[in-house]
């Protein structure tokens, strides 16, 4: 049976994870080796990213994500930045949506112009507006969709018709989607990122951030992350190809759960507001349906009353910063990913005190219900 062929439900149990041809093991051995023989002339070395356990997420991410190949760094910043410092050089131009990843956010604004590497941040929900700020000496765009927290959607095909139209480099920030969402390389873009501490982890205890592209783009920035240093120890990656297997149940049953809990939400009296792809009443509800298969787990909504009275009340959602795991967790933006923001520019950027980001976990949404309505009570 060629791999190719199978549905992605199969591809996140099989591709890749060769299994154990020494002893018939089912799961791929663990290879912390850190010296390979040399003499066959092709060099394994962790840092490389050639050692089999790497190369079992990167078949598997690169089956998922539909692309040729993958590299699998030690955190998402360690994919995010070392692709864009492999892709752009001193006198080159960026283009960013403004609503990115905090972490992302503050790498563009600290370390860009270091380098002497111009940027320009601009509003993603009108496509035209990319467009605008493409200037001679522009290389890349970059975007992220559902965006943090207010799960903004940009519209890729239109972000793909400008940047081929200027042969820009497309990357985006596949993080809240996941694999099972969305498929960004289908629609046209470049270049696949994940923060792998997320849904890819999906257990709140590993950190990796993934790369996944054509073998072309793959080829220039592993050059420059060898250079870097980034990659994932063994250990790290042995327990993303574990995490992988599950990667369909999990997200299909947090899609629900969000599904679920948005609608849920909506029709509650304590809650003024409820942000989620899968409502029709949000604006980015018909470009989503286009571009995603499924809307996701990550949801989030003001509440009327004190939202640290609510964080505090929950008893099963755990508050917490990160996302993706199994288990439920909110946070208050104001206080963790955008606390570096002043108040007017958190106001301009519509996170107000009262709101809550949920991650939705797998556990039964009855239950996730009773915690929320016992807590906004
Ligand atoms: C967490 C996150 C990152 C950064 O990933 P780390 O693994 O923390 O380095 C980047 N983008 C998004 C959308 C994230 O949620």
New binding site residues.
Partial sequence: MKKKHLQPRTLSVHAGSSGDPQFGGTVTPLFPSAAYDYRSGNILYPRYFNTPNHRAVAEKMAALEKGEDALTFS????A?FTSMMALLRAGDHAVFQNDL?G??HHAVLNELNRYGIEYTLVDASHPANFEKAVKKNTRILYV?TPS?PLLKITDLPAVVKIARRHKLITLI?N??ASPVNQNPLELGIDIVLH????YIGGHSDL???VVVSSKKFVDIIKQSAIHFGGHADAYTCWLVERSLKTLYLRVHQQNDNAQQLAEWLSAHKKIARVYYPGLKSHPGHAVAKNQMSGFGGMLSFDVKGDADRVVNRLELIKPAV??GGVESTINQPHKTSHRRLTSDERKAAGITDKLLRLSTGVEDVNDLMKDLDNALK
């Fill in positions: 955190s998402g910043m360690a995010i990843y972490g992302t992220e943090n920030d993080t809240f923060s792998g501490t997320k950190m990796c951030g990160s996302l």
